[in-house]
């Protein structure tokens, strides 16, 4: 009984299929017996008329855009195809069934773009749009035949006529950003440096190699309110085009950042170009021939980029007409270890053949070419500020010069959440104090934090530290003991000498102490007023000098 219902229903369907069919086929031979009339009967020049009309009352326009361009020996991808592409690739995977993968260039992504003769709608401000793949197919040639420059794939853009002045002037400019902001966001970025150019060499300035730093603001540790107006001031920086374009600037910025070695310069400018999802430019001024090659390697950058000259103050001799007398009164104040280390980096930077001058940088920072290309940071990095030239360093050039320093409690805590995941401990009291009498970088408080075995647990860690800070503070104490004996004695000797020099010094008693310091003080007048002043200088700095010891004693160790 069952069977036989089936088999009924199933005779009904197919005989449904047939009269469907057959209407079909009726429907096809009526519209080509009209066709094949109206091409018969109506005279051309009443279908152009018709078609016209047509036209008129059409109420749809539609727009192309064609994947490639050029002539029959150059071909390439339009950017405007590249852009919708991107743009579509939402909601072509949402709407549509057909679909096509592709691998963006310079990216990770996948991008999914709709088949040919599928169509996906879009809408923008209260418009509504739709978007079909197209492809022309060239007489007598098999799809499967074609080469790039054969196909005439293309995008098609359909709306209604009354929007056309909204779709041209809002909506393709909308599209076209959005798809390139797309492509950028997604693109996979880069960490350039320069090579040295050799003699006839064409190959690129720059060498690329894909920028993977995991560096960020939540990592960096600093103080939360100059954190957060470092990152303000970037974001702001990174939305303001049209703000530099109202008051006439160039959209670039720059930063200077110092602070003694390990206090997190090149840590700060990973996460900035994380945070804006720039590429970095790592310039290495010493391998740059002159001024003119400085200028073709900025023309060589591109936009959302960040430049960076690290240790500008050891790069070249930038120091322009500045007063060679000042900066040896400023080099002799540094540390013994630390002079010996810039003199080793500024030799060796000597040794480059390197034409760069002063003049030349500024006008790389701010001369009418670094106006190309646009949405650029230019960070100079230096552990001694007080030695570049005013110039260099103004605000217009650096517009933002930002302090890293000795780690504090606040930061070390944050450091203790990021490398330990602790947010207190017996010994942080402890940490805190010692560090306000001793001076570690951030980058040592962090190497201590570190564990380097499955063994080394946050106490383990934490103590480690401790340990750390009293053993820099006992060799700082002993350092000063040492200073101050070497003083002494130094004191005692030239008293001796002065002893010896002077007649009947072996019956000298307060009268030629007095004497002494008599004639003391008449060399002091011939002495030049500015030696004077230099010496003043000196004097005013031991105190922060010997703080600077203390300070070095730790980092040595
Ligand atoms: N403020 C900081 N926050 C987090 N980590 C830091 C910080 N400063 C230093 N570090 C750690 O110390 C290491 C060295 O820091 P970094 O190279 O950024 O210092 P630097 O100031 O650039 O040193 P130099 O002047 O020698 O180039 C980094 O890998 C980072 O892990």
Redesign the pocket.
Known sequence: MAISIIQAVNKLKTMKQREKCGNLGFILAALMFVWTTYKSFFPSQIRIFLNMIHRYTYPYVHISFPEYQGDGFYQYKTLAYKAIERYLHKKSSDQARFLKAGHAPDSDTIVLSIEENEEVSDEFQGIKVRWASRQLTPKGQSISLYTRGDEKRYFRLTFYKKHREFVTNVYLKHVLEEGKQIAVRERRRKLYTNRKSDVGNRTPMWSQVRFEHPATFD????EPKKKKEIMDDLINFSKAKEYYAKIGKAWKRGYLLY?P???????MIAAMANLLNYDVYDLELTSVKDNSELRKLLIDTSGRSIIVI?DIDCSLDLTGQRDQRNTKTKEDKKDPVEKIIKTKKVEDNNKSSSQVTLSGLLNFIDGLWSACGGERLIVF?T?YVEDLDPALIRRGRMDKHIE?SYCRFE?FKD?AKIYLNIESHELFDKVGKLLEEIEM???DV?ENLMPKSTEEDADFCVKRLVNALEQAKEEARLKAEEEERLKAEKEEKKKQKQKQDSPGSEVKGTETVAADQEKENDDHEVKSGETVANEAKENTHSVVDSAETVTDEVKEN
């Open positions: 990592t960096l540790v600093m602070g070695p390990g206090t997190g310069k090149s840590t690290e990095t552990n890293l930061a450091l970088t951030p980058a962090a």
